[in-house]
């Protein structure tokens, strides 16, 4: 798989090299985030999903802050104010080299699209959705790397296949900006369209200092049973407005899962599989997820930022027998930029569940924290975008 990736990689430099002309734009790109990190109760677990010697751990993993990927962006002028636009990126995790999302090539993106000056831009392939966008503009780490500071994707999911997106802005004169996101994702289930569908609307107004959103989404797995969110978000930056070097973050998001909802895994290709999305398979009942999200950095000179966020979501309807739980996360996180393509920072987090969400497989799954209601972290770690 390695080499295939490294295969298209090169072909692909090597193509831009021939026909590059001065209408054309082929850009290598990538960030790299290493960090290590110290965590408390980690648990292992056997074959019958018991936990067994749960202990802290020191490990090499991704970064804090951002995936670790490395990508191929390309637009080419059509004239009249059109471009042709492409982007292509992987995903992999740094201490060892190894493939993301489930191993996929291009795993993070692929897509090819149509932009417009005037009429907005019309992509096509494996893309974000709009609510993990909608998420990356009001979250005080635009959302984080840890599973500890970006588990409310979990709620939401993150990357789409076989997925339609229209993104456009206006900046009517004197008003701010006006910004919205349209997507609708084919499931790509034979003899079934409706089947791993989503659809979703982020609308989004910006001014000076501020900037204030709503979102809304639907997916539907293969049986037909509905996972349904909406949120509104804000930020406030003081700088901007030269008040003070700090910016505040705050969201709100409600997601609604039908009794059994049940996203496919991996990369299967069953319906919403490699969304990463929390699941409601065996539950009788309707699941709600209440997340909150707040937090605000601090700019305390011009090369180092402190950050601190919480995250908190109320579950009802855990499982069939109408329990109720909650997840909590608190961290901080210091960081100092080395140049302008390089940091190194400094994070701790607290990690913390219910008894009753600690009996939730999505949580287990995701934390395992050694059968205990909490687990603690702290990382050093290094950054660099090219």
């Known amino acids: 798989m390695n080499k295939k990736y490294l295969a298209v990689l090169v ?37 019958s999903n018991k936990v067994v010697n749960p202990k802290t ?16 962006k390309g637009t080419e002028n059509l004239g009249g104010g059109t471009s042709a636009v492409f982007v292509l990126e992987n995903g992999f995790s740094p201490n060892d080299g190894t493939l993301n999302q489930g191993g996929r090539i291009f795993g993070r993106q ?9 009429y907005g831009e019309v992509d096509v392939g494996r893309q974000y959705g709009v609510a993990y966008e909608f998420y990356g503009m009001f979250d005080p780490l635009q ?17 789409f296949d076989n997925t339609v997106k229209y993104s456009n802005s206006w900046t009517p004169q004197g008003l701010g900006t006006i910004g919205l996101a349209l997507e609708y994702s084919v499931g790509g289930q034979a003899g079934n369209a409706g089947a791993g569908a989503t659809s979703g609307i982020n609308a989004n107004y910006s001014g000076t200092g501020f900037q204030v959103g709503v979102i809304g989404q639907q997916s539907k797995d293969v049986a037909g049973n509905k996972m349904t969110l909406g949120g509104i978000g804000g930020n406030l930056d003081l700088g901007q407005m030269n008040i003070a070097p700090v910016k505040f973050f705050l969201n709100y998001m409600q997601a609604k899962r039908e009794a059994g909802f049940a996203p496919s895994t991996s990369t299967t290709g069953g319906a919403l599989s490699g969304t990463l999305m929390w699941n409601n398979s065996g539950n009788k009942l309707e699941r709600t997820d209440k997340v909150t999200t707040v937090g ?9 930022a402190f950050t601190v966020g919480y995250m908190q979501d109320s579950i009802k309807n855990i499982d069939s027998l109408a329990n109720n739980g909650k997840l909590q996360s608190t961290y901080g996180a210091l960081d100092y930029n080395l140049s302008p393509r390089t940091d190194v920072y400094f994070t701790v987090d607290h990690f913390k569940q219910s008894a009753n969400a600690m009996n939730d497989a999505n949580i287990s799954d995701t934390f395992k924290t050694g059968g205990t209601s909490s687990r603690n972290g702290v990382a050093v770690g290094l950054r660099t975008r090219f």
């Open 11 to 47: 072909a692909s430099l090597a193509a831009t090299s021939a026909f590059a002309d001065d209408s054309t734009s082929v850009t290598l790109y990538g960030k790299i985030d290493t960090a290590i990190r110290y965590t408390t109760d980690n648990g292992t677990y056997s074959s």
């Open 296 to 304: 605000l950095t601090y700019t305390v000179m011009p090369k180092l």
């Open 110 to 118: 692929a897509y090819i699209g149509l932009k417009d000056n005037v």
């Open 143 to 159: 959302l984080g790397s840890f599973e500890e500071n970006s588990w409310q994707a979990h709620v939401t999911g993150l990357r």
């Open 57 to 72: 751990n020191t490990a090499m993993t991704s970064g804090a802050f951002s995936g670790s990927r490395v990508g191929i």
